[in-house]
């Protein structure tokens, strides 16, 4: 059953007319250009196509296992009371895309780990967009249900069949709740057609030692904004929340993070990374919030960024606000460029300007990929960070000092300038 | 091979070479020493095209080229190396893979295939054998964290590998203790041949022990003033550049 271009259908919004497909099929999507688009992580799979799940190209665990990885949509119709306590009594969402999402969405990616369950395998959520003749919005709304003691790695991928005849955006929820001692890894890769929007949000609840990583690479997309809001609401709870931007072209690659320190003991660490070329515009806007109750609290948050054109912008704002007084926080972003003594040092050594300016700036990019855990998507990522870049990745493999302790940042907040990167401190 | 003609250059607009002519047949290995400041590491950067060195006048003629007209990365296709007193440090870059890249990038010019990485492994390990080089510096970042004593070392690393035809050394002994001179020195002198010449630029006789020149120039305030066999460093060495400046001094005065 196929009904295109129809307007979404909840009594709430029968006037807004908004562009939506609600088709049963795979949108054109197959096996073949899937392969081409994403790499087989190894691990269940969930594809989405302009936001409806593609159930053959989808590989789920049998029912019953600790590890759960379904359609929200399949949930909802099977065992919805599964669901009433994620939805049931939360507050209308502040941003009005947020709202939008929560009203238009009618599937996205349900997993859940039991207590004790460990998915050994990353999860891999697959959002595509591909063209349907007409501008669409794709409304995802998924949740990351962690019980105690579980662990697993959750990888979103945000890709498209290009070029999109029509307006393509991608509004994404994901919300990921942590309960005590439960670790989750969570990835985004953006790499969409330049054509095509991204709205994102990862918005996490962790309780008391509990573990979250957020990692995002900013890649595609004309216009890009994906959020990750953290609220550690449980005494001792980790989160690190790092990513990489490289708007070139027209690119907006847009970053507003929020780390809330809602109680005591709790660690955060902010590292962003931005590579700007052309006309390309990044924004990393990052808060560091420190409630009363938050005594303890050891934060940082760093913002490094490369301007590779002078028609490049990059707006950074690494910002504190703290309301406790025994905490222990610091931020600090630098702008620069390419370090010109190396650019020649590389050219006295035979190697053309255009590729040793290419080696430098993947020099830089390369710590972001380096955080990347699982080994098929770390692989991916670097050739993806690569060919944005113009540069030409090494089979020697990166080198192995550059990973410094992966998952946890350093220290010290104001930014020095590693990479052969002259730099400029911005004072917050 | 290398001709070198009234050469002037500056830089942040002061002038540091006022008129250098040097000359250097194939196979022959040049020293040029001279007190701080008297231009010698200027003249190693403008010979490698660093773009804040700017020539006002004369000519670098090499093999019958016009060096000046190349960019870096052309000079070092021709077969011109530099050492660097200061090699730059280049974090999140591997040593292997940019040595690889830079052989590669060469051959590339000369219509060659590039070298198999296993091939460049064995001989990128026999050349790290050579200058007494760690085997764990080739997955390291270019240069990042290395003492004084790697660093040179990785220059005559690259210096083996890339295998010039004009090696100029700028300072190669600064900051290195006599082991390491030595096995540097050693690095150095195996490259001698018939076909290949170098440029030893130094401040101290001490290098020459090692590297025995053919010829020795003595460079002051931006010119040349005095050039000679390898006897000239020890009479250097026992008089010091006191004499030259002194002299130079007088000249000025007079003039």
């Given at each position: 059953m196929t009904r295109t271009g129809s307007t979404c259908d909840l009594p709430r919004c029968s006037t807004c007319r908004l562009p939506s497909v609600r088709h049963a099929d795979s949108h054109g999507l197959t096996a073949e250009a899937l392969a081409t688009l994403a790499p087989d992580l190894g691990g269940f799979r969930l594809v989405f196509a302009n936001g409806h799940l593609v159930a053959e190209?989808?590989?789920?665990?049998?029912?019953?296992?600790?590890v759960t990885v379904a359609s929200l949509a399949s949930v909802l119709a099977t065992d919805p009371d599964r669901l009433e306590p994620l939805f049931a009594g939360r507050t209308a969402p502040a941003d009005g895309m947020a709202a939008l999402n929560l009203a238009l969405a009618d599937d996205?990616?349900?997993?859940?780990?039991?207590?004790?369950?460990?998915?050994?395998?990353?999860?891999?959520?697959?959002?595509?967009?591909?063209?349907?003749?007409?501008?669409?919005?794709?409304?995802?709304?998924?949740?990351?249900?962690?019980?105690?003691?579980?662990?697993a790695t959750v990888v979103e991928t945000h890709i498209g069949v290009g070029p999109l005849a029509g307006a393509a955006c991608a509004n994404a929820v994901t919300r990921v709740v942590l309960a005590p001692q439960a670790t989750v890894h969570h990835y985004t890769v953006q790499d969409l057609p330049d054509t095509a929007f991204h709205l994102g949000v990862v918005d996490v609840i962790a309780d008391h030692d509990s573990t979250f990583t957020a990692h995002t690479l900013s890649l595609g997309a004309a216009i890009a904004r994906h959020e990750v809001r953290v609220h550690l609401d449980g005494d001792g709870a980790d989160a690190t929340v790092t990513g990489l931007y490289q708007p070139a072209g027209n690119q907006y690659h847009d970053h507003p993070v929020l780390v809330e320190h809602n109680t005591t003991n709790c660690t955060s660490r902010q590292i962003y990374n931005g590579v700007l070329d052309d006309h390309g515009h990044g924004v990393f806007n990052g808060r560091i919030m420190v409630a009363p109750a938050g005594m303890g609290t050891d934060a940082t948050q760093s913002n490094r960024n490369l301007v590779l054109s002078d028609r490049a912008e990059v707006d950074t704002r690494p910002r504190l606000e703290i309301l406790a007084d025994d905490v222990k926080c610091a931020h600090g972003a630098t702008v620069g460029q390419l370090d010109e003594t190396a650019v020649h040092y590389l050219r006295t050594r035979g190697i053309p300007e255009p590729a040793a300016r290419g080696?430098?700036?993947?020099?830089?990019?390369?710590?972001?990929?380096?955080?990347?855990?699982?080994?098929a998507l770390r692989a991916w990522a670097a050739q993806l960070v690569a060919d944005r870049l113009g540069a030409v990745l090494g089979d020697d493999g990166p080198p192995p000092d550059a990973n410094p302790d992966a998952g946890t940042g350093t220290g010290t907040g104001t930014g020095t300038g590693t990479g052969s990167v002259h730099t400029e401190e911005v004072t917050p | 091979m290398l001709h070198i003609e009234n050469l002037h250059a500056s830089t942040a607009g002061t002038e540091i070479l006022r008129g250098v002519n040097l000359d250097i047949a194939p196979g022959e290995v040049h020293a040029i020493m001279g007190p701080n400041g008297s231009g010698k590491s200027t003249l190693a950067h403008v010979l490698s095209g660093r773009p804040d060195y700017e020539v006002t006048a004369g000519s670098v003629t090499y093999n019958g080229v016009d060096l000046l007209a190349l960019a870096p990365e052309e000079r070092a296709a021709a077969g011109v190396f530099l050492a660097f007193q200061y090699p730059v440090e280049i974090p999140g870059v591997g040593n292997l893979y940019f040595l690889r890249t830079a052989v590669n990038s060469i051959r590339a010019t000369k219509g060659l295939d590039p070298i198999a990485v296993t091939t460049f492994i064995k001989m990128a390990d026999k050349a790290m054998d050579a200058v007494e080089m760690d085997k764990s510096m080739k997955n390291r970042s270019v240069n990042e964290g290395f003492s004084g004593g790697e660093k040179k070392r990785n220059e005559i690393l690259q210096m083996t590998m890339?295998?010039?035809?004009?090696?100029?050394?700028?300072?190669?002994?600064?900051?290195?203790?006599?082991?390491?001179?030595?096995?540097?020195?050693?690095?150095?002198?195996?490259?001698?041949?018939?076909?290949?010449?170098?440029?030893?630029?130094?401040?101290?006789?001490?290098?020459?022990?090692?590297?025995?020149?053919?010829?020795?120039?003595v460079l002051a305030a931006g010119r040349i003033v005095r050039s000679g066999g390898k006897e000239l460093a020890l009479e250097l060495e026992a008089s010091g550049y006191a004499d030259i400046e002194a002299e130079l001094a007088s000249k000025g005065a007079t003039a």
């Amino acid at each position: 059953m196929t009904r295109t271009g129809s307007t979404c259908d909840l009594p709430r919004c029968s006037t807004c007319r908004l562009p939506s497909v609600r088709h049963a099929d795979s949108h054109g999507l197959t096996a073949e250009a899937l392969a081409t688009l994403a790499p087989d992580l190894g691990g269940f799979r969930l594809v989405f196509a302009n936001g409806h799940l593609v159930a053959e190209l989808s590989t789920m665990p049998d029912p019953g296992s600790g590890v759960t990885v379904a359609s929200l949509a399949s949930v909802l119709a099977t065992d919805p009371d599964r669901l009433e306590p994620l939805f049931a009594g939360r507050t209308a969402p502040a941003d009005g895309m947020a709202a939008l999402n929560l009203a238009l969405a009618d599937d996205g990616a349900f997993i859940h780990l039991a207590t004790g369950a460990h998915a050994d395998a990353p999860i891999h959520v697959v959002f595509c967009t591909t063209d349907v003749g007409h501008p669409v919005l794709a409304s995802t709304h998924s949740l990351v249900v962690a019980d105690p003691d579980s662990s697993a790695t959750v990888v979103e991928t945000h890709i498209g069949v290009g070029p999109l005849a029509g307006a393509a955006c991608a509004n994404a929820v994901t919300r990921v709740v942590l309960a005590p001692q439960a670790t989750v890894h969570h990835y985004t890769v953006q790499d969409l057609p330049d054509t095509a929007f991204h709205l994102g949000v990862v918005d996490v609840i962790a309780d008391h030692d509990s573990t979250f990583t957020a990692h995002t690479l900013s890649l595609g997309a004309a216009i890009a904004r994906h959020e990750v809001r953290v609220h550690l609401d449980g005494d001792g709870a980790d989160a690190t929340v790092t990513g990489l931007y490289q708007p070139a072209g027209n690119q907006y690659h847009d970053h507003p993070v929020l780390v809330e320190h809602n109680t005591t003991n709790c660690t955060s660490r902010q590292i962003y990374n931005g590579v700007l070329d052309d006309h390309g515009h990044g924004v990393f806007n990052g808060r560091i919030m420190v409630a009363p109750a938050g005594m303890g609290t050891d934060a940082t948050q760093s913002n490094r960024n490369l301007v590779l054109s002078d028609r490049a912008e990059v707006d950074t704002r690494p910002r504190l606000e703290i309301l406790a007084d025994d905490v222990k926080c610091a931020h600090g972003a630098t702008v620069g460029q390419l370090d010109e003594t190396a650019v020649h040092y590389l050219r006295t050594r035979g190697i053309p300007e255009p590729a040793a300016r290419g080696m430098l700036t993947y020099a830089f990019a390369t710590e972001m990929v380096d955080r990347i855990g699982p080994p098929a998507l770390r692989a991916w990522a670097a050739q993806l960070v690569a060919d944005r870049l113009g540069a030409v990745l090494g089979d020697d493999g990166p080198p192995p000092d550059a990973n410094p302790d992966a998952g946890t940042g350093t220290g010290t907040g104001t930014g020095t300038g590693t990479g052969s990167v002259h730099t400029e401190e911005v004072t917050p | 091979m290398l001709h070198i003609e009234n050469l002037h250059a500056s830089t942040a607009g002061t002038e540091i070479l006022r008129g250098v002519n040097l000359d250097i047949a194939p196979g022959e290995v040049h020293a040029i020493m001279g007190p701080n400041g008297s231009g010698k590491s200027t003249l190693a950067h403008v010979l490698s095209g660093r773009p804040d060195y700017e020539v006002t006048a004369g000519s670098v003629t090499y093999n019958g080229v016009d060096l000046l007209a190349l960019a870096p990365e052309e000079r070092a296709a021709a077969g011109v190396f530099l050492a660097f007193q200061y090699p730059v440090e280049i974090p999140g870059v591997g040593n292997l893979y940019f040595l690889r890249t830079a052989v590669n990038s060469i051959r590339a010019t000369k219509g060659l295939d590039p070298i198999a990485v296993t091939t460049f492994i064995k001989m990128a390990d026999k050349a790290m054998d050579a200058v007494e080089m760690d085997k764990s510096m080739k997955n390291r970042s270019v240069n990042e964290g290395f003492s004084g004593g790697e660093k040179k070392r990785n220059e005559i690393l690259q210096m083996t590998m890339l295998e010039p035809t004009l090696a100029i050394l700028d300072e190669t002994d600064s900051g290195l203790d006599i082991d390491a001179l030595r096995i540097v020195a050693n690095g150095v002198n195996a490259l001698r041949s018939p076909e290949r010449s170098m440029l030893v630029i130094t401040h101290y006789q001490r290098l020459l022990d090692y590297i025995v020149p053919d010829k020795i120039h003595v460079l002051a305030a931006g010119r040349i003033v005095r050039s000679g066999g390898k006897e000239l460093a020890l009479e250097l060495e026992a008089s010091g550049y006191a004499d030259i400046e002194a002299e130079l001094a007088s000249k000025g005065a007079t003039a």
